[in-house]
């Protein structure tokens, strides 16, 4: 690490609670994200206090931490999704590119299709394989035609390792597929609109070992093209997927680091317990 | 060998399990009992109004002979030419036996006060007939009609019944030459309203239905989604909003008449509309039926999972093309139901009706949404209301073409909501 770096790295930030500040290395050089002094309220409660994190280009980073804690809560605030939710309130600053995401002038149509988004449950459209993987793509013009449309979608059933399964019944209900295909169609349907940064809230939760592979394995190859933020709770899984952890708990970013340091290491007490399955 | 512990919860169990399978049982007993006694009501229903309207679809026709003269009947003069005196001789032709003034006009009342009218027509239709000797059948006098039908005592003394002692043998004599015969009442599902039962027909009011409700549909339909729509997917949730679903909620259970004063008030009275037609017929059911539509569409948006939204707003889809894309063809089968609970009961509606003027009288058959019209509900109200023993199958037969109408549009809507529903 050269000395500009060490520097970043060491930075820790002012929290409230003097022993919930945040540990590790939470910023990077050269940020596709950056997220400061973020604060989440619920009405009146508070789900996410004053974090601060920035997610770098290319890489994957797994946010774990106890049930409850905030992490889809933090992850529904990079791509705004949490306007969708009654009452509750965003503050801080969050930079995609430089460009600040929650400034009220921005369109939150252009900004979801360049931070995609996959949900915890599979939720395919209750239409055709096709259309579903489509969908993205029609509505922000990406095709000029119907052989375009149909090389994008090709190109993301293929990156989501869907393609072979599928390839002869494009035309019947994505709703149709079995559990992991269908979390694999909402990739595909994610990745179908070229997005830079993918969010993912627990992808594989509801699959089993072998979906679970091809998932991790699709995810390790779009980090050539995407920054991922993944949310899970298999530690295992982070460790095979991420370059970086952030922990959180209750609403708090305790620990950010590289993953291997993280888990070999960890700097915080509240960290060390939980990946020692002391707590949660 | 040593015995199997015994589970304590197991024993627990068992013994409640009687009980709640007795209460199973008699819920089930109840469930079968309350369908079976409404099934029982439904059969009564048809039944009652089946076995007294079936007799309106048949109709009595005399035969009578008659000579177009080419000296009266000319094509320029059809209106202002003698067709009652044409059916008049034809009657004393058969009947040469009867000359006393008295007689001459009850053996006239045998036949419709509609027949001159209808040689008029056929004659209007095909000027060959003119200068022809012609056999035709025209429609009986509705005593006739019942007397045939055997509505008329004919063992009842002469005073107490509508056809005398002497109209009875002719009659008789007609029937004996073949000159009286039953067939299928065309005249009823083709003709409007009459003062004679023997020429009323359900046409007018059907069509009067339609266009009403027409209008309604393609008001209430479009503004009731538009609203439910609105109010769920876009409104902001405060105060304001929680009052109009209030009042909305309110507003659907309004006495229907309320809404006719309304329409009075408002459409006729304010905008000068002209009364008694479908237009504001319709206006009024509009109004009427626009909360229960609203209600039944926020219901139905309401059951669309919000997962499906998320995905849609997750790729980048504008609000409005996640309503329009993904929760609209969810709900629109929710919507079509409530839609078609809130027609049937526009289509049933009289009250409201009568307040703005759909109860007149009106022979003719509506052509547009600003003829003057009644409706289905309405004509058998007033049917009903008539004094002559034939009004009552006319009720019930109308009464069944009510329903059969009712039939066809939840029809229409089952098929489209089959039409649109989306498989999960
Ligand atoms: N829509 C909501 N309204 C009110 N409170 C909410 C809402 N969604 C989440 N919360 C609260 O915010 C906190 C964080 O929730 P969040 O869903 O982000 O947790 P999480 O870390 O994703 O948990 P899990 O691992 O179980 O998914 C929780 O205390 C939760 O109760
Ligand atoms: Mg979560």
């Known amino acids: ?131 579903n993987v489509a969908y993205g793509p029609k509505i922000h013009g990406l095709a000029q035609n119907k052989a ?66 091809r998932i991790e394995e ?13 949310v899970t709770h298999s ?9 970086r952890t952030a922990y959180f708990h209750l609403g708090d970013l305790i620990e950010v680091g590289m993953t291997d340091r993280v888990f070999t290491n960890p700097r915080h007490q509240l960290t060390e317990d939980y990946i020692t399955g002391r707590f949660g | 060998m040593d015995q199997p ?30 369908i079976l006694t409404a099934l029982c009501f439904l059969f009564l229903l048809f039944f009652s109004i089946v076995s007294s309207g079936y007799k309106a679809f048949e109709k009595t026709f005399i035969q009578i002979e008659v000579f177009f003269d080419p000296a009266e009947f000319t094509n320029e003069n059809l209106a202002a030419a003698n067709f009652p005196g044409l059916i008049k001789a034809s009657m004393n032709s058969m009947f040469p036996e009867v000359t006393s003034r008295k007689d001459k006009k009850d053996l006239y009342y045998l036949i419709s006060p509609g027949a001159s009218f209808q040689l008029m027509k056929q004659v209007k239709n095909n000027p060959a007939l003119i200068g022809q000797k012609e056999l035709i059948w025209v429609a009986a006098n509705d005593d006739v009609d019942m007397l045939l039908k055997g509505n008329i005592d004919r063992t009842r003394p002469e005073s107490e019944r509508r056809i005398s002692d002497k109209q009875l043998g002719w009659l008789d004599t007609l029937a004996h030459d073949g000159k009286i015969k039953k067939t299928f009442n065309t005249a009823f599902f083709t003709s409007g309203d009459s003062r004679e039962p023997e020429l009323a027909g359900i046409w007018g009011a059907t069509c009067g239905s339609f266009y009403t409700l027409l209008i309604t549909l393609s008001l209430s339909f479009p503004i009731g989604v538009a609203a439910a729509v609105y109010l769920e997917e876009f409104a902001p949730k405060n105060r304001w909003t929680d009052i109009i679903e209030v009042n909305i909620n309110n507003l659907a259970a309004v006495p229907s008449i309320v809404y006719g004063l309304l329409g009075l008030a408002v459409f006729i009275n304010f905008f000068g509309m002209p009364r008694s037609t479908p237009l504001v ?16 569409s926020r219901a139905s948006l309401k059951s669309v999972p919000p997962s499906i939204r998320e995905a849609a707003l997750g790729i980048g889809a504008s609000k409005m093309q996640m309503v329009a894309h993904h929760v609209l063809p969810l709900a629109l089968p929710g919507m079509l139901t409530g839609t078609i609970i809130g027609m049937a009961h526009a289509l049933g509606e009289t009250a409201p009706l009568l307040m703005v003027g759909m109860v ?11 003829d003057p019209a009644t409706v289905l509900p309405v004509q058998i109200y007033l049917w009903a209301d008539s004094p002559e023993r034939a009004f009552v199958a006319k009720t019930s037969a109308a009464i069944m073409v009510l329903l059969a109408f009712l039939f066809l549009m939840n029809a229409a809507a089952v098929l489209l909501r089959k039409r649109f529903e989306i498989k999960w």
């Open chain 1, 1 to 131: 690490m050269s000395g500009k770096e060490e520097i970043l790295s060491e930075v820790t930030t002012k929290a409230l609670h003097k022993e919930r500040e945040t540990v590790g290395s939470p910023f990077v050089e050269n940020p596709r994200m950056t997220c400061r002094e973020v604060n989440v309220y619920y009405g009146d409660k508070k789900a996410i206090n004053n974090v601060n994190i920035d997610i770098a280009r290319n890489e994957v980073i797994a946010m774990i931490g106890p049930s409850g804690c905030g992490k889809s809560t933090f992850l529904r605030c990079l791509n705004r999704m949490n306007d969708t939710i009654e009452g509750c309130r965003v503050t801080g600053d969050l930079r995609l590119d430089g460009m600040d995401i929650h400034d009220k002038n921005v369109d939150v149509v252009p900004l979801r299709a360049r931070v995609g988004m996959v949900f915890q449950k599979p939720n395919p459209f209750p239409k055709s394989i096709f259309d």
């Open chain 1, 148 to 213: 375009e449309l149909d090389e994008i979608v090709e190109r993301s059933l293929k990156k989501a390792g869907l393609w072979d399964e599928v390839k002869d019944r494009l035309t019947q209900p994505g709703t149709g597929l079995s559990g992991g295909q269908q979390q694999r169609l909402c990739i595909a349907r994610a990745i179908a609109v070229s997005p830079e940064v993918i969010l993912m809230d627990e992808p594989c939760s509801a699959l089993d070992p072998i979906a679970t592979a």
């Open chain 1, 218 to 230: 699709l995810i390790a190859e779009l980090r050539q093209h995407y920054s991922i933020v993944i």
């Open chain 1, 235 to 243: 530690m295992q899984q982070a460790a095979r997927v991420s370059q």
């Open chain 2, 5 to 34: 512990e015994k589970n304590p919860t197991i024993d627990k169990v068992n013994r409640g399990l009687k009980r709640r399978y007795r209460a199973e049982r008699r819920f089930r007993i109840l469930g079968a009992t309350a």
């Open chain 2, 281 to 296: 017929g319709g206006l009024v059911l509009t109004l009427m039926t626009l909360p229960i539509i609203i209600i039944a």
């Open chain 2, 360 to 370: 007149a009288f009106i022979v003719d058959i509506p052509h547009g949404f600003t």
